[in-house]
């Protein structure tokens, strides 16, 4: 079992940065793919970025997100630049088995953190 707790999440103004933290427990964190997914109020989640050996990005953010992660302090990193207020949502990171896009290969998830642009 693997529990994630995110942070980062606040209140900006459209073209600013944000940087999201995830931090998982255990020491088999190296194992896993880490995923980054939203969602906002009425919308279904939705697939931002992941990162294994790889990363893999949605459309919507490649060029302007980018996720790492820090093996030995067992923590995965979303940083969000240029930000659009259509990147208001609830952020929420998972664990996974394979680097994927769908949301049913995520075995584990935070409890999220609350991203807001103002335009």
């Known amino acids: 079992q693997v529990q994630l707790v995110e942070s980062g999440g606040g209140l900006v103004q459209a073209g600013g940065s944000l940087r999201l933290s995830c931090a998982a427990s255990?020491?088999?964190?190296?194992?896993?793919?880490m995923g980054w997914f939203r969602q906002a109020p009425g919308k279904e989640r939705e697939f931002v970025a992941a990162?294994?050996?790889?990363?893999i990005y949605a459309d919507s953010v490649k060029g302007r997100f980018t996720i790492s992660r820090d093996n030995a302090k067992n923590t995965v990193y979303l940083q969000m630049n240029s930000l659009k207020p259509e990147d208001t949502a609830v952020y929420y990171c998972?664990?996974?088995?394979?680097?994927?896009?769908?949301?049913?290969?995520?075995?584990?998830w935070g409890q999220g953190t609350q991203v807001t642009v103002s335009s």
């Open positions: 998972a664990a996974a088995f394979v680097l994927t896009m769908q949301l049913y290969d995520y075995d584990y």
């Open positions: 255990g020491r088999t964190f190296s194992s896993y793919a």
């Open positions: 990162i294994f050996r790889n990363t």
